[in-house]
């Protein structure tokens, strides 16, 4: 089978643009990690399709796959590059979009500077519903909120390992770092994302601060392992920042990718707004092995 596709980047976290407005494709689990594959496929941390509106005031769906092939909940940084695409593609002249996720409706706007913004919804604290497994564990309280031990990820001598835990449409924990150029990412991370407290897994964030405006960022990304930035990474390190009393309201993210700004009141029920770029790299087209 033979289709179009468009590669997109938003600050080196990069993408395969699916436009599935006219009828799915249909494409299985293998298919989308043969999408996803750097030698034998296209290459990509995420397959994000464009799907019709799913219901009125709602102007498309918008479907995640990993480059595990499975199927996730949210992409800040495909957001942005999912509405430039629409509007490159010829499928809306809307500068703002209302889009459905598997879980939750996002808005996003086109800026005067080329750059994105992002509604990306409130963050969610309840445990339950991120999940995260709580039950026999001590919090340590910091500020408002507080951080949760995940034990010895590592043998001694390393330093057990102490979380904050949120999701912004996907589950994520955050720790504080020294530095992020030194923090084991490739170790630590896979370690976090597969913890059993996590029962769908987990992205793990590294974040280092700066100053009250600024932090460094890594994220090891559920499914995809390190990726040059991750938006609802960079959201949820920021959120997590603000409630631990260590941010301001307004942050710029330094990822490995580009700079992200983020912006989030404080108040717990108040959406959280990304801003940053969605660049397109070429389109073309690809035949895809039958499924086995």
Not at 220 to 225: D, L, N, S, T, V
């Amino acid at each position: 089978m033979r289709i179009p596709f468009t590669k997109m980047q938003g600050a080196g976290n990069d993408f395969v643009m699916l436009d599935e407005t006219r009828g799915l494709l249909g494409l299985t689990t293998a298919q989308y990690r043969f999408l996803a594959d750097r030698r034998f496929g296209v290459g990509a941390d995420q397959i994000l399709s464009v799907r019709p509106s799913p219901a009125e005031g709602i102007d498309f769906a918008y479907v995640i796959h990993n480059s595990d092939g499975g199927e996730v909940e949210h992409c800040g940084n495909g957001a942005r590059c999912f509405v430039r695409f629409a509007q490159e593609r010829g499928l809306t002249d809307k500068t703002v979009l209302r889009v459905q996720t598997m879980n939750r409706q996002l808005t996003l706007a086109m800026q005067s500077d080329g750059r994105v913004t992002v509604d990306m919804g409130a963050p969610v604290f309840d445990l339950d519903q991120i999940p995260f497994d709580s039950s026999g564990l001590v919090p340590e309280g910091i500020s408002t909120w507080q951080k949760w031990p995940l034990g010895q990820v590592l043998p001694a001598p390393h330093a057990p390992v102490f979380v904050a835990v949120l999701s912004m449409g996907n589950p994520h924990a955050v720790q504080l770092v020294d530095d992020v150029d030194t923090a084991d990412v490739a170790q630590v991370g896979p370690l976090i994302e597969a913890h059993t407290r996590f029962a769908r897994r987990v992205n793990a964030g590294f974040m280092q601060i700066v100053c009250r405006s600024q932090i460094r960022l890594r994220v090891h990304e559920r499914g995809a392992g390190e990726t040059l930035a991750c938006g609802t990474g960079a959201c949820a390190a920021v959120v997590a920042g603000i409630r631990l009393g260590l941010l301001e309201p307004r942050v710029d993210v330094h990822t490995r990718g580009g700079l992200l700004t983020i912006e989030w009141s404080g108040d717990l029920m108040a959406p959280v707004f990304m801003t940053g770029p969605a660049t397109t790299v070429f389109a073309s087209t690809i035949d895809i092995p039958d499924p086995l």
